[in-house]
């Protein structure tokens, strides 16, 4: 690596790719001086300094991923009803934003009524399980005044839309979470109630 005759050896950093031209870095050479030297990049501090080649260190690995979820993560407990679904009845009881969140944990919903048919069974968890309340579903009542469930469609299409005599009525307007009453019919109530509420699976 030749800098300059009028200079001495100085340690330097060459600064570019190896084999092409570049600036050298030192204090006792011109930062324009144009170095062709076949060792770059690399530190000289003697004439001719070899150069080192020292290899990149490997990449750390990636963290490994996390184990695959099934659309429902606690399959013995839930339920399959050819022909209509998979759910879950949850006895114990939670506010409306705690069930979401519960069926949520599984990979599963809140569920959401599609048909007779489904409202139907419904109604038969209702009775065996000798429940003496309303349980909650997956929808409520969104800024516009309209209901939505919890996947964002808007509760007129999912197919079942049936209303309890009065309903909605969001009494006391307080009132912004579905419920299903013991007939299968739908109602409004209040979300920081605590009841019962059916996880629903995705298929």
């Given at each position: 690596m030749i800098l300059n005759k009028a200079f001495a050896w100085a340690c330097v950093l060459v600064l570019g790719a190896a084999g092409a031209a570049g600036q050298v870095k030192t204090p006792k050479a011109p930062l324009t001086y144009v170095n062709n030297s076949q060792c770059e990049p690399c530190q000289a501090c003697q004439p001719c300094a070899p150069c080192v080649q020292r290899p990149c260190p490997a990449p750390a690995p990636a963290p490994p991923l996390p184990p695959c979820r099934t659309p429902w993560a606690l399959v013995a407990k839930y339920r399959s009803h050819p022909g209509i679904g998979v759910y879950r009845l949850h006895t114990q009881r939670a506010t409306w934003s705690e069930a979401k969140k519960i069926c949520e944990a599984d990979g599963t919903h809140l569920a959401v009524i599609n048909s007779q048919a489904e409202a139907d069974l419904f109604k038969k968890f209702y009775q065996e399980a000798r429940i003496s309340d309303w349980f909650f579903l997956g929808f409520s009542r969104g800024k516009d005044g309209k209901f939505y469930t919890?996947?964002?469609?808007?509760?007129?299409?999912?197919?079942?839309?049936?209303?309890g005599a009065?309903?909605?009525?969001?009494?006391?307007?307080?009132?912004?979470?579905?419920?299903?009453?013991?007939?299968?019919?739908?109602?409004?109530?209040?979300?920081?109630?605590?009841?019962t509420f059916i996880c629903e699976a995705p298929l």
């Open positions: 919890v996947q964002g469609r808007p509760l007129s299409s999912t197919g079942y839309a049936r209303w009065n309903e909605p009525n969001n009494a006391h307007g307080s009132e912004h979470c579905g419920f299903m009453l013991a007939s299968g019919l739908l109602a409004d109530g209040w979300c920081d109630a605590r009841l």
